[in-house]
């Protein structure tokens, strides 16, 4: 009998799917940006994305989890976010055996994902390596007054966003409450990202998602852009590489935990009383 692992209808099937969605996530989303920051036909400049730019890398993104969630949604419950595994785990809806498999397909997914991209755009890359400060992972951003955002605030940016898109997603897709149709899911969350992106991506990209910036984050590294992917001469922005590994995975179990205690059991009463 083959084992869990390479067992197709099991885990092996499910972590297939998650490296796929995952990937197919990071192309369209990395790939929107890249369109966006590598060519100034497209609103660039400087490396930098102006208002109108950064509508359309919201809506990319939002788009790219939709595409991603149709892809692994009906095998593995399409995660595509070692955040979102870790969510599911505290909630207990989730296996905490599989958490560590399906986080390690996750940033496989994205690491090839950025593996594409980089030969796809290398044109663009030519030269220009400190763009992938902004393609291939996040960073604290630059406000208009010339102040960097410090690692606090991209700290507690990474917490909130990666809180509401958890807690969101339980709100959105538990069966007490009103779900909405299976096919209809991945587009509410693609525009759950949008959101998201709208209101909270400023300070530090909302990577919300720590194989979005991990797994590319690698490839540059591999690529020969070390000082860029984990610089370390002590700067605001170089010690800035665990806060969208981290601070993800805390903001979900922290979602978990409210929803389990607040409104997990005032669902649960509604539907008791329903049936009774």
Request: glycine content about 12%; hydrophobic content about 55%.
């Amino acid at each position: 009998m083959a084992s869990d692992l390479t067992n197709r209808r099991g885990l092996g099937g499910e972590l297939i799917a998650e490296f796929f969605g995952t990937l197919v996530l990071i192309l369209f989303g990395d790939g929107v940006v890249a369109t966006v920051l590598l060519f100034q036909g497209f609103g660039a400049k400087e490396g930098s994305a102006n208002s109108a730019s950064w509508l359309l890398i919201n809506w990319g993104w939002g788009f790219a989890v939709m595409l991603g969630v149709f892809v692994a949604g009906s095998v593995s419950g399409a995660h595509l976010n070692p955040a979102v595994t870790l969510g599911l785990a505290v909630n207990r809806s989730f296996a905490w055996a599989k958490v560590l498999p399906y986080m390690v397909a996750q940033v496989l997914g994205a690491f090839i994902a950025a593996l594409i991209l980089f030969f796809e755009y290398s044109t663009g890359f030519n030269g220009v390596h400190t763009a992938a400060t902004n393609i291939f992972f996040t960073g604290p951003h630059t406000a208009l007054n010339g102040q960097v955002v410090p690692i606090t605030s991209a700290f507690f940016d990474e917490v909130l966003g990666t809180f509401l898109l958890m807690f969101l997603i339980l709100a959105i897709t538990d069966a007490r409450s009103a779900p909405p149709l299976s096919n209809l899911a991945p587009l509410i969350i693609g525009l759950l990202v949008v959101a998201i992106g709208m209101s909270f991506g400023v300070d530090s990209g909302y990577a919300i998602n720590p194989a979005r910036d991990f797994g590319p984050r690698l490839l540059a590294w591999f690529a020969g852009w070390g000082d860029v992917a984990f610089p370390g001469n002590g700067t605001n922005f170089s010690n800035y590489f665990w806060v969208p590994i981290v601070a993800p995975l805390i903001g979900a179990a922290l979602a978990s935990l409210v929803f389990m205690y607040t409104l997990g059991p005032v669902l649960e009463a509604r539907a008791t009383n329903i049936k009774a």
